[in-house]
């Protein structure tokens, strides 16, 4: 799949280091598609650094996130998965 703006992917919080709250996925809004972004080398090889608006229970998040399909790292986004 192509990101493009405006599609939804999930965005992986970080947490708290003491665990008061865990690593969660989010929902979030491709905001960019950046050009020229450092690439950045994930798991599955080079991963896509997007530009996003994520949706938190408490408020808004905006940040630039690279791509991790396998490992969901804190900080990282994915994109969804199917539910059958």
């Known amino acids: ?13 970080y947490g708290t280091p003491g665990g008061e709250y865990t690593s969660q996925c989010r929902a979030a809004i491709v905001a960019g598609v950046p050009d020229g972004a450092p690439p950045s080398i994930g798991p599955d090889g080079p991963a896509r650094q997007l530009d996003l608006a994520v ?9 630039r996130c690279a791509q991790d399909e396998t490992g969901k790292a804190g900080g990282t986004w994915h994109w969804p998965e199917r539910e059958e």
């Open 1 to 13: 799949m192509k990101p493009t703006v405006g599609r939804i992917v999930q965005y992986v919080s």
């Open 55 to 63: 949706l938190n229970p408490t408020g808004l998040f905006f940040n």
